[in-house]
């Protein structure tokens, strides 16, 4: 088994800029690939970003050129850095990771492993 914590949601303004944690522990030896997910009050969990072991990543449009998504294999870490946040980005975010992808994907049914969520929070 893996399990995910996540850690760095918070409350900021509209601008601003927030870095997520995710730490794997458990079994994870068999982790491919890694991604960020979000959902919003009444609107259905979207992929945000997702990166492989050897650091290709793909992002959702709408956090392109703002949204940073990192990897540290060694210390089994994933990071989302954001920049330029919008009030539109107020959501749940999950951390997730796959044991069967084997490039990234923004879809969550491939992922088989979801941390509890850390809230993000952007007022205008």
């Known amino acids: 088994q893996v399990q995910l914590v996540e850690s760095g949601g918070g409350s900021v303004q509209s601008g601003g800029s927030l870095r997520l944690s995710c730490a794997a522990s458990?079994?994870?030896?068999?982790?491919?690939?890694m991604g960020w997910f979000r959902q919003a009050p009444d609107k259905q969990r979207e992929g945000v970003a997702a990166i492989d072991g050897h650091g290709r990543t793909t992002y959702a449009d709408s956090v392109k050129e703002r949204f940073t998504i990192s990897r540290d294999n060694a210390k089994n870490v994933l990071y989302l850095q954001m920049n330029s946040l919008k009030p539109e980005d107020t959501a749940m975010y999950y951390c997730a990771a796959s044991s069967w992808l084997r490039s990234p994907s923004l879809t969550s049914t491939w992922y088989n492993y979801w941390g509890q969520g850390t809230q993000v929070t952007v007022s205008s």
């Open positions: 458990g079994v994870t030896g068999g982790i491919t690939i």
